[in-house]
């Protein structure tokens, strides 16, 4: 039962909630950049999980072409747009813009003030490594147990 709960949870959309880096928030164009994922481990129920952000393992042409800012994952809540996404130091990072209407207007405020502090995003992995307990990844940048997101968009 715990490893077909697992597969309907990896074959579906996943999302994680890190607290927002954010490096700028610029004035009149309404722009922020911010990291949205990371290496770091992440615990699911049935253990820790890792995006790797290796050459070749994030999958960032769907973002960068039509990518959007949702509140709260609801697609109904569109808050902005993508201006740029890319990988750095082992993280993921996005140049994001908010849109100039009302709603988007009550989030980039808290934003920007400081009250509204993580990001979550939504992602589809393609290719896991498991790896056992007490012994290292393939690449032998990672230590087990684990599973490790070889391939993710």
């Known amino acids: 039962m715990r490893e077909q709960k697992k597969q309907q949870e990896i074959n579906s959309s996943l999302n994680r909630t890190?607290?927002?880096s954010i490096r700028a928030v610029e004035g009149e164009d309404r722009t922020t950049e911010l990291s949205f994922s990371s290496e770091e481990p992440y615990v699911r129920w049935w253990g820790n999980e890792i995006l790797d952000h290796s050459e070749g393992?994030?999958?960032l042409g769907r973002l960068n072409t039509i990518g959007c800012m949702l509140f709260n994952h609801d697609r109904g809540a569109v808050i902005g747009k993508i201006v740029k996404?890319?990988?750095e130091g082992s993280r993921g990072y996005a140049r994001v813009q908010f849109d100039d209407d009302e709603a988007s207007e009550i989030?980039?405020?808290k934003v920007k003030g400081g009250s509204l502090k993580g990001v979550s995003v939504g992602y589809v992995v393609d290719i896991w490594e498991e790896v056992a307990p007490g012994k290292k990844s393939e690449d032998g940048r990672f230590d087990g147990p684990c599973d490790i997101a070889k391939?993710?968009?």
């Open 107 to 109: 989030i980039y405020k």
């Open 85 to 87: 996404a890319w990988n």
């Open 57 to 59: 393992c994030m999958d």
């Open 151 to 153: 391939r993710w968009t």
């Open 18 to 20: 890190i607290p927002i």
